[in-house]
């Protein structure tokens, strides 16, 4: 059984579009994550939601929102898609908002042309 | 502001020969310290974790990893590696205070050669 799972793997959309990418865990964890890895493999923490609260929201412009209808869904809404918006972007989820191991989706790979 | 810097970012190894894979943070608070390894097309893995008690951590696929307070390192080691341990491994600290936001290092992308 896929403990985080994300759809789609594979993501190539236009300039100016609008998209989601959904991710899910089964592991009955608390606290769920997006990170954003860019092309030299640098990971930068977007967003972490608590029990559906918003507990970590790092200087991400306004058109990324995410949203956790329960605690073990978290999907990222991106509005007006952009050339440097091109990453792989990852969910991830742990115990508690602590953090102290957390569990990696395999990453939706977005590429904006 | 907490920092991580790897301090390599490719590194070179014969199968069977001994690994370092160094890190270094700053922070002026007490951390936390993680080792996390990313296979190719693939979502991170823990490695190993210090939060507190004995300074040298052991994880899986045989690494361990040394806290050093003083030098603010976290050096990454395997006496002997695998064609199957060449992946990208992540060093990153977690503090109490920020809300515990994971801050990650760079990369060090470990290449075994046979």
């Known amino acids: 059984d896929t403990a985080v799972s994300q759809t789609p793997k594979y993501l190539v959309t236009q300039m100016g579009n609008d998209k989601s990418i959904k991710c899910e865990q089964n592991l009955g964890h608390d606290t769920m994550y997006w990170y954003k890895q860019d092309s030299k493999k640098f990971l930068k923490i977007m967003f972490s939601?608590?029990?559906?609260?918003?507990?970590i929201n790092e200087t991400v412009p306004n058109r990324f929102s995410p949203k956790s209808p329960d605690k073990a869904h978290l999907n990222l809404h991106i509005n007006s898609l952009e050339l440097g918006d091109s990453a792989v972007y990852f969910c991830?989820?742990?115990?508690?908002?602590?953090?102290?191991?957390?569990?990696f989706g395999p990453g939706t790979r977005l590429t904006v042309t | 502001a907490q920092s991580v810097t790897q301090l390599d970012s490719q590194v070179p190894v014969f199968e069977e020969a001994p690994v370092e894979l160094r890190c270094n943070y700053s922070s002026s608070v007490s951390v936390y310290l993680f080792w996390y390894v990313q296979y190719p097309n693939q979502g991170l893995q823990l490695l190993l974790k210090y939060l507190s008690g004995s300074t040298l951590v052991k994880g899986i696929n045989g690494f361990e990893a040394e806290f050093n307070k003083s030098q603010t390192s976290f050096h990454l080691r395997k006496p002997s590696v695998h064609i199957s341990d060449t992946a990208e491994y992540f060093c990153a600290l977690q503090s109490n205070t920020g809300g515990f936001k994971t801050i990650f290092g760079a990369g060090t992308r470990l290449f075994v050669k046979a």
């Open positions: 991830a989820s742990s115990l508690t908002r602590q953090g102290h191991e957390q569990y």
């Open positions: 939601y608590n029990n559906k609260e918003l507990i």
